[in-house]
């Protein structure tokens, strides 16, 4: 399966001076919102990231809401196990929800869109253990850390890009005036 295709062909790879999560500028910016909004597409990439960690025994796959939580559901689906999320807590953290069950020493997957820094799935991770589940393996559609991005359990991606991105004060397209869009 060709990722970057698939954000193509669907309008989720956009171009242009984007101010990332990480406050670093970019010309590229990935949407995954656009491309898991198809329920085709979003099954197609839940299935290949499944099948990376089939040799795993997981009791379920957790997301950082709210761009992990298709990608965790279509995940655990074709892993055949329950899909949970993360949310964001008041202290910047994230938990996971009252009714949502994790047991004491369930393993679990993390997974996550695009991983730049690997923040958001951290946190999603230790929500998840601080309910006593133990996080096996990490998971992204894209890989953008450019292989730096670091866990302290196996991480598997569908593909990996190294898209430029920039301090604030030498940003070449600041330099330019290319208007910069909040993603």
């Known amino acids: 399966m060709d990722i ?9 790879l956009l171009e242009g001076h984007f101010l990332l999560r990480s406050g670093r500028h970019s010309p590229k910016f990935l949407q995954s919102t656009t491309l898991l909004q198809h329920p085709i597409y979003a099954e197609a990439v ?4 499944g099948e990376l960690f089939e040799d795993m025994e997981l009791e ?12 965790a559901f279509v995940t655990a ?14 202290m910047g953290g994230m938990r996971v929800r009252e009714g949502l069950t994790i047991h004491p020493g369930e393993r679990f997957l ?14 999603a991770m230790q929500a998840a253990e601080a309910r ?7 998971g992204a559609i894209v890989d953008r850390s450019a292989g730096r991005a670091e866990f302290g359990v196996p991480y598997r991606s569908l593909v990996q ?14 330099q330019r005036g290319v208007p910069l869009q909040e993603v």
């Open 4 to 12: 970057l295709s698939l954000y193509k062909e669907t309008g989720a």
């Open 161 to 174: 890009l190294d898209f430029p991105t920039y301090a604030p004060d030498s940003c070449p397209l600041c």
């Open 46 to 49: 839940g299935q290949a990231l």
């Open 132 to 138: 006593g589940a133990r996080c096996v393996a990490v």
């Open 77 to 90: 689906k074709a892993l055949g196990v329950r899909a949970l999320f993360a949310e964001k807590d008041s």
């Open 110 to 123: 993390a997974v996550e869109d695009v991983v730049t820094t690997g923040g958001s799935v951290q946190k």
């Open 60 to 71: 379920f796959v957790i997301g950082p809401a709210m761009g992990g939580v298709v990608l």
